[in-house]
């Protein structure tokens, strides 16, 4: 099984700063997928196959990696970022990060 | 307009049995594979299950193997959970969603209490 692990595990960020959520993954990976999720919410996909923003999701956000590490970036928080996303790897078994917490400063 | 919408969820004491499960409308649903997947409350998320679109295939992660049974209908566009043998650490609520590459829909959750 493939183990994800996000950091940070919580962060907070200011209206208008870059933010950089990392998934490293213990062995190789050909995609990444990353999810948003807010309180009481079900998870929203955000970007999948590692870059490609899902639909509706604004182009502040975007996605990169490669391998065993990837990473989610928005350019100019705004406060609807705040949430928590979670990485996810497309081989079989399935599995999530643990979520980072994203909350607006 | 894609939904998924889970029922069955509630109260069940440790070892009994639990069915979940998921209408699904708005799209050609024999065209999909389904999933399950659950969050125990203030965790993240994990995988539980998948069957393939036309139910020939069937995946479990390995703490529900041999508890769990996904299984679908495609007449009714329904996915099903059959959960036996529930145990305190299955207290969650649960997702099914579909999967095209990844998880793309996904329903409002149920939640299921494994308690005495």
């Known amino acids: 099984e493939i183990v994800l692990t996000q950091s940070p595990t919580t962060m907070t960020a200011s209206p208008g700063e870059k933010v950089t959520i990392t998934c490293r993954a213990s062995s190789s990976v050909s995609y990444m997928h990353w999810y948003q999720q807010k309180p009481g919410a079900s998870p929203k996909p955000w970007i999948y196959e590692t870059s490609k923003l899902a639909s509706g999701v604004p182009d502040r956000f975007s996605g990169s990696g490669s391998g065993t590490s990837y990473s989610l970036t928005i350019n100019n928080m705004e406060a609807e970022d705040a949430a928590t996303y979670y990485c996810?790897?497309?081989?079989?078994?399935?599995?999530f990060g643990g979520g980072t917490k994203l909350e607006l400063k | 307009e894609v939904q998924l919408v889970e029922s069955g969820g509630g109260l069940v004491q440790p070892g009994r049995s639990m069915k979940l499960s998921c209408a699904a409308s708005?799209?050609?649903?024999?065209?999909?594979?389904m999933a399950w997947v659950c969050q125990a409350p203030k965790k993240g998320l994990e995988w539980v299950a998948t069957?393939?679109?036309?139910?020939?295939?069937?995946y479990y992660r390995d703490s529900v193997k041999g508890r769990f049974t996904i299984s679908r209908d495609n007449a009714k566009s329904t996915l099903y959970l059959q959960m036996d043998s529930l145990r305190s650490e299955d207290t969650a609520t649960y997702y099914c969603?579909?999967?095209?590459?990844?998880?793309?829909?996904w329903g409002q959750g149920v939640m299921v209490t494994v308690s005495s």
């Open positions: 069957i393939s679109y036309d139910g020939s295939s069937t």
């Open positions: 996810q790897q497309w081989n079989y078994p399935w599995t």
């Open positions: 708005g799209f050609t649903f024999n065209n999909y594979d």
């Open positions: 969603a579909s999967l095209w590459g990844y998880f793309d829909y």
